[in-house]
T-cell receptor
Framework: ETGVTQSPTHLIKTRGQQVTLRCSSQ?????VSWYQQALGQGPQFIFQ???????GRGNFPPRFSGLQFPNYSSELNVNALELDDSALYLC????????????FGSGTQLSVL | DQQVKQNSPSLSVQEGRISILNCDYT??????FLWYKKYPAEGPTFLIS?????DKNEDGRFTVFLNKSAKHLSLHIVPSQPGDSAVYFC??????????FGTGTRLTIIP
């Protein structure tokens, strides 16, 4: 039990729609990172938020955006969904931005049809 | 460009024997390496790590070996137990960069 919860667990959307995924970090953790795990691949870094500001971004287009709130919750928003966005989206929290040991949630499985 | 590679998608090992999971990397800047374990329907959980200044780190049944000249690390699990059946991800990091994960190896322990 990592103390990191994600909702929903599964989601089905159609191409072109928008989606919001939610994460509740472990209490006291100021940093949240989002990862995309496509089938058969390892988690790929999307972006990180630290104290409600974006603190690093991976190779993902601007239609992937995020928010972090003072209550240790955060959101990942994806606009104009594409079929290739189908993946497991993982949220991970840590005390500080550069910590290697992340605490992951169970993920949201997104299917884009 | 896959900077962290796990070339074996799957591995089956008899219970009680040694499991050896391998990982190769290309970026010589990496200075810290980790192994994460993932069960179905759960997120990855941290297992063990090693700094680039070491060549071995041991934690109970788990030992990670690092060969910097070969840009290779391995995770040894001995003895293997049924609860070790999971997907294992190798990950690496340096400086202010974020974790880079490999593609994972699915380990199955045969009772």
């Amino acid at each position: 039990e990592t103390g990191v919860t994600q909702s929903p667990t599964h989601l089905i959307k159609t191409r072109g729609q928008q989606v919001t995924l939610r994460c509740s970090s472990q209490s006291g953790h100021n940093t949240v990172s989002w990862y995309q795990q496509a089938l058969g691949q390892g988690p790929q870094f999307i972006f990180q938020y630290y104290r409600e500001e974006e603190n690093g971004r991976g190779n993902f287009p601007p239609r992937f955006s995020g928010l972090q709130f003072p209550n240790y919750s955060s959101e990942l928003n994806v606009n104009a969904l594409e079929l290739d966005d189908s993946a497991l989206y993982l949220c991970a929290s840590s005390l500080e931005p550069h910590e290697e040991k992340l605490f992951f949630g169970s993920g949201t499985q997104l299917s884009v049809l | 460009d896959q900077q962290v590679k796990q070339n074996s998608p799957s591995l089956s090992v008899q219970e009680g024997r040694i499991s050896i999971l391998n990982c190769d990397y290309t970026n010589s800047m990496f200075d810290y390496f980790l192994w994460y374990k993932k069960y179905p329907a759960e997120g990855p959980t941290f297992l063990i790590s090693i700094s680039s200044i070491k060549d071995k780190n041991e934690d109970g049944r788990f030992t990670v070996f690092l060969n910097k000249s070969a840009k290779h690390l391995s995770l040894h699990i001995v003895p293997s137990q049924p609860g070790d059946s999971a997907v294992y991800f190798c990950a690496a990091i340096f400086g202010n960069e974020k974790l880079t994960f490999g593609t994972g190896t699915r380990l199955t322990i045969i009772p």
